[in-house]
């Protein structure tokens, strides 16, 4: 295990061609998810830097930029994004990607709020040996209450991270749900451990996608509910972003347009 105090080769730095950005960034897993939301960021507010994975946007009159980045694949990708993110001035970041549920009581479409994550994946190591890294209490109450604002329940719980999903076994799974694991994913233990490795607030919500609460894997990818809830969560995230700078915004259900 590598001592977290060690001197790196590499560090994650701001160039003179990046920008400056403001404190809050989201980071969206799932490319079908973030292009319709880049889009309708562009109409509403003004791009101010674009690459492959980063796209800054400015909203009002207002000085701070909110970036929107991804798409990423699992802890390695997501990690070396969220650096980046944190490099460039990103002191909270906001990961929105999806999760198998592991309990029976979380459908498809339902919305989970981790607190806490169990890492089984590789990257976390590398920055510290905690196993159980937690998401900032008094982030998870704000989103949680703005949610709730938004007339949208979230399930808060604990999620089990992985790098090998072919390596799912029946005899993990019901552990993990015996210790009262919610769901499972592949980032969101090793993006709370940056975080806490960082000095900044990393949260995560995720959309159940699929389910392994029963006694076969069964997908979820067509299903209704997770397609409105992906529709309704890309409408959430954008008015997080227009509203960021007003003290008790209020989220409304919808845009007025679609973010299909």
Not at 55 to 81: C, T
Not at 202 to 208: E, G, Q, T
Request: net charge positive; with cysteine.
């Amino acid at each position: 295990m590598m001592n977290p105090s060690d001197e790196c080769a590499i560090q994650p730095k701001r160039s003179r061609f990046d920008p400056v950005l403001g404190p809050l960034a989201f980071l969206v897993a799932v490319g079908d998810d973030l292009r319709p939301l880049v889009r309708e960021a562009r109409r509403r507010g003004q791009a101010v830097y674009q690459n492959q994975w980063l796209r800054v946007f400015r909203f009002g009159s207002g000085p701070e930029a909110v970036a929107f980045s991804g798409p990423v694949l699992g802890a390695p990708q997501a990690v070396m994004l969220l650096e980046k993110l944190i490099a460039l001035g990103a002191r909270r970041v906001l990961f929105v990607g999806w999760a198998g549920s592991l309990d029976p009581a979380l459908k498809p479409g339902d919305l989970l709020l981790p607190v806490r994550a169990v890492s089984e994946e590789g990257t976390s190591r590398h920055y510290a040996p905690e196993p159980d890294p937690r998401a900032p209490e008094g982030w998870i109450r704000e989103i949680a209450g703005a949610l709730e604002r938004s007339g949208w329940p979230c399930r808060t719980g604990a999620v089990w991270t992985t790098d090998a999903p072919y390596r799912e076994t029946w005899a993990k799974i019901t552990a993990y749900r015996a210790a009262g694991v919610a769901a499972v994913d592949m980032e969101t233990a090793a993006l709370f451990t940056v975080g806490l490795f960082r000095k900044i607030e990393v949260a995560a919500l995720l959309i159940i996608s699929d389910e392994l609460s029963g006694t076969r894997w069964q997908h979820a990818f067509r299903d209704p509910r997770f397609l409105q809830s992906r529709q309704r969560l890309r409408e959430w995230l954008l008015l997080q972003a227009i509203h960021r700078e007003k003290e008790s915004p209020a989220f409304p259900s919808s845009l007025g347009t679609s973010l299909a």
